[in-house]
């Protein structure tokens, strides 16, 4: 991989005693879509959230499309061209989902939404917004909840509301912490297959956290990247893992991970 989107290396995150990622090492080429997957508590969201700069890394270096993204914060990395979304949902509630898409994501951080959506636009990129928004819903086969209050949705819904969100700040590399958690089966596989569209049509480079092994190897992933305890045990095609006897044993020895 000459030119990747994302590099990660020897990445070590502590929680004081507690080494949550333990010097990983990992690389995410350009249109690539790439499964990280694990046990529960082996570090896979720890890991987003380095990448991210939502924490601090203890030791490490991250490089996103190219540029050295160390020690940058949130929105410095969110600049250039890399958007995540959170495990645990956060929308503004009393907003429509629409609405929730149109409130600036480069204002993913900001305290105020309602500032974020006074900021000057003409007409004409409002309305190219607004198209695009409901593009995004379409794509993730929302369109009907469009004028729903986020505060009626449910866990599923309201996690392909924050896909639609990040997707609208036109990222070129996007982080995806668990999306079709609580996603109806059929529909999981359908939102995948549209995430998988959307790295070979636009070329935007994912990483996708899934806890269910079964599931990821059955989706078209050009990778996937297994962790246990804050390491990376082995990386490869969905076929190279199911053959692979490590990853067969640590999901055995924690059978309330492959459901
Ligand atoms: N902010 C934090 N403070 C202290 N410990 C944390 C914090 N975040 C995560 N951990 C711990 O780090 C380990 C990895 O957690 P996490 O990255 O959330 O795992 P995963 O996403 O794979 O389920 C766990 O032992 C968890 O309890
Ligand atoms: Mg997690």
Wanted: net charge negative; hydrophobic share 40%.
């Amino acid at each position: 991989m000459t030119n990747p989107a994302l590099r990660v290396s020897n990445l070590i995150k502590d929680f004081g005693g507690l080494r949550a990622v333990d010097k990983i090492s990992f690389q995410v080429g350009t249109g690539e879509f790439v499964g990280l997957i694990g046990p529960n508590g082996c570090g896979k969201t720890t890991t987003f959230n380095c990448i991210s700069g939502m924490l601090n890394m203890t030791a490490g270096k991250v490089e996103v499309l190219g540029q050295n993204a160390t020690g940058m914060r949130p929105d410095e990395i969110q600049k250039m061209g890399l958007t995540r979304t959170f495990q645990h949902t956060w929308l503004w509630r009393d907003m429509t989902v629409i609405e929730n898409l149109l409130v600036p994501t480069r204002r993913q951080f900001s305290p105020n939404p309602i500032l974020a959506l006074l900021r000057p636009n003409s007409r004409k990129s409002e309305d190219k917004r607004i198209t695009e928004a409901y593009a995004v819903l379409d794509l993730l086969e929302i369109s009907h909840i469009a004028h729903n209050l986020a505060s009626e949705l449910s866990g599923g819904q309201s996690k392909l509301v924050d896909i639609g969100r990040a997707l609208m700040s036109s990222p070129q590399f996007l982080l995806l912490d668990e999306p079709v958690a609580g996603v109806a089966g059929p529909l999981a596989e359908r939102i995948f297959q549209n995430l998988r569209s959307l790295t070979s049509d636009k070329g935007i480079s994912m990483l996708v956290i899934e806890h269910n092994m079964d599931f990821i190897l059955r989706r078209d992933v050009d990778r996937i990247i297994v962790m246990e305890a804050g390491q990376i045990l082995t990386e490869g095609t969905p076929d190279e893992i199911r053959q692979s006897r490590d990853v067969v044993e640590a999901y055995l020895g924690d059978p309330g991970e492959t459901k």
